[in-house]
């Protein structure tokens, strides 16, 4: 095998079928785990079904066969039809997960437990999935001549199919991109009360954001398969993908704890956080001016009435400490 198709495989191994696994299973198997809204389990999977389209022709034996060897017409129709279905299901089951987190971030309670608003958010990927995986398997049941297998996995020649699994990507990427622009505002706005009573869920916000600037690039990449479809390195790129799911949504900290037997320090917060340092930088200002000015938005040049003085706040006497201890 060439290089560039053992690190393919090596990182959808590792993200799809080694990585979110064993995070899907620790979620339900291991103890002290709290509780997950379905839609961020329906993303996990989305990722393992990802990976797994392109690891078919690997576990048959047909990958190391090729090209002395063509595999079976049917095996390269259904993995061309999940190639391409694939694509649908990852975004749209990230779409579902941000439009969760903003409802619950809103505390829209009675839109967010709608059993209706619940079924669509949970149904609507697959069914979708499902449809594009028919229409795909019908379209290269009627021109089989448009299948063929590249270097990495099968594909159909014609671009019908992609284009229109292209515009449903994008169409739900940029619905995406808008919901997570609109969680950041508010959790930029927000005061420090709002952060800590709300921080599982700003937290799953962060690694959302983080995942969807990743997803954009690897937009871009699949944009550039498909006019130079001969350049390896976006192939190995959007391979992983599946590698990035786990290590942002997968690396959470109740999962590290688990697996680890005890909980460091250094494991609470996986990733910087912006907005906590942004929150300590407004907190410090606030008391600048509440002990210089004596309220955050009293300052007034020139009004000695209402501006205490600082030693008022500085020369304030401690508690007596008690000679006698009770017993």
């Known amino acids: 095998m060439q290089a560039e198709l053992v690190l393919y495989f090596v990182l959808l191994i590792l993200g799809g079928h080694i990585g979110l696994p064993a995070a899907f299973t620790t979620i339900f198997i291991a103890p002290k785990q709290s509780k997950r809204h379905p839609t961020y389990i329906s993303v996990l999977l989305s990722w393992i079904v990802f990976a797994t389209s392109a690891l078919f022709l690997l576990y048959t034996g047909e990958q190391t066969a090729f090209p002395a060897h063509q595999p079976a017409h049917a095996l390269c129709l259904f993995q061309a039809s999940m190639i391409y279905s694939r694509t649908v299901l990852v975004a749209c089951t990230t779409l579902c997960l941000v439009i969760h987190l903003w409802l619950e971030l809103r505390d829209y309670y009675a839109v967010r437990d709608s059993g209706l608003l619940f079924a669509m958010l949970l149904s609507f990927p697959w069914a979708l999935f499902f449809i594009t995986l028919i229409f795909s398997v019908t379209y290269g049941v009627l021109h089989p001549s448009s299948l063929s297998l590249d270097t990495f996995y099968c594909a159909f020649g014609a671009n019908t199919v992609l284009y229109v699994v292209t515009c449903i990507a994008i169409a739900g990427l940029i619905g995406t991109i808008v919901i997570e622009a609109m969680i950041l505002r508010i959790l930029w706005r927000s005061n420090r009360q709002f952060w800590l009573s709300k921080r599982p869920t700003c937290h799953l916000c962060m690694r959302a954001f983080g995942f969807t600037i990743y997803t954009f690039v690897t937009l871009i990449m699949s ?105």
């Open 223 to 327: 944009l550039l398969i498909t006019f130079r479809p001969d350049l390896s390195g976006p192939y190995v790129f959007v391979a992983s993908l599946p590698l990035a799911a786990f290590l942002i949504f997968g690396t959470q900290r109740e999962i590290l704890c688990a697996w680890f037997g005890r909980c460091f320090p250094a494991l609470n917060d996986p990733f910087v956080n912006v907005l906590g340092r942004h929150y300590k930088r407004r907190r410090r200002t606030e008391m600048f001016h509440i002990v210089v000015v004596g309220s955050p938005g009293d300052f007034s040049v020139g009004d000695s009435t209402t501006t205490p003085s600082v030693n008022s706040y500085l020369d304030k006497r401690s508690p007596r400490t008690p000679n006698t201890v009770e017993v």
